[in-house]
Structures are given as C-alpha cells and as structure tokens.
Nanobody
C-alpha cells in the first residue's frame, strides 16, 4: 500500500510561481509513475504531468508545457512540480497520483493507483 503526502499550493497572481511536493511512503517499490492531475470547478480531472520513477522520463499536458517542470528525488520518494508563469486557467485543485498508470488521461478503475489529498492552487489576474 502506498501513501501520498502532498504539500504546496496557495494563491498567486498571474505570472507568479508555486511549487507542489508529493512524498510517497509504504510500498514505493511498486510505483512505475508519479504525477499530478488537476480539477477545476465544473470540469473533469485532467492530467498535468507525470514522471517514470525508474528513468525520470517526463510528459506534460500541452497546456502547461514549457511552464511546469516535474522532477523527482528518488532518495526521498518525492516529486516536485515547479509551476512558473501561472495563468488564471491553472486555478484548480491539484492531486498527486502514483502507481502503475503512466498516462495523462484518467486511469481506468482497474488501474493500480493511489491519489493524494488535493491541494488548491489559485491564480488571480
């Protein structure tokens, strides 16, 4: 079983930066990918970025490419999402995800994944 502890988030003006952290504990050997999804009010949850825990390969949603950077610290089983040049449309609750799902689309119910508690990111214009 994997437990995720996420932190970071907050409120910032457009053009500002925030960093999210997500630390995994428990059966971390079972993880293939870690990443972040987000859900804005009235919208479906969408993938933001993910990283292969073994090789560090990253993938980003088109909407955040070039502005967000996902990195990992294997020793701490932690991933960091650095968000720069934030826009009001980035406002959402951000959820850390870890498991054997490596896509940016929502994992199917049969996928072995763990979700962290959401953290609010608010970007004002």
């Amino acid at each position: 079983q994997v437990h995720l502890e996420s932190s970071g988030g907050g409120s910032v003006q457009a053009g500002g930066s925030l960093r999210l952290s997500c630390a995994a504990s428990g059966s971390t050997y079972s993880l293939t990918c870690m990443g972040w999804f987000r859900q804005a009010p009235g919208k479906e949850r969408e993938g933001v970025a993910r990283i292969y825990t073994g090789g560090g390969n990253t993938r980003y949603a088109d909407s955040v490419y070039g502005r967000f950077t996902l990195t990992q610290d294997n020793a701490k089983n932690t991933v960091y999402l650095q968000m720069n040049n934030l826009k009001p449309e980035d406002t959402a609750v951000y959820y850390c995800m870890a498991g054997r799902w490596c896509g940016l689309d929502l994992p199917p119910p049969t996928a072995t994944v763990t979700w962290g508690r959401g953290t609010q990111v608010t970007v004002s214009s």
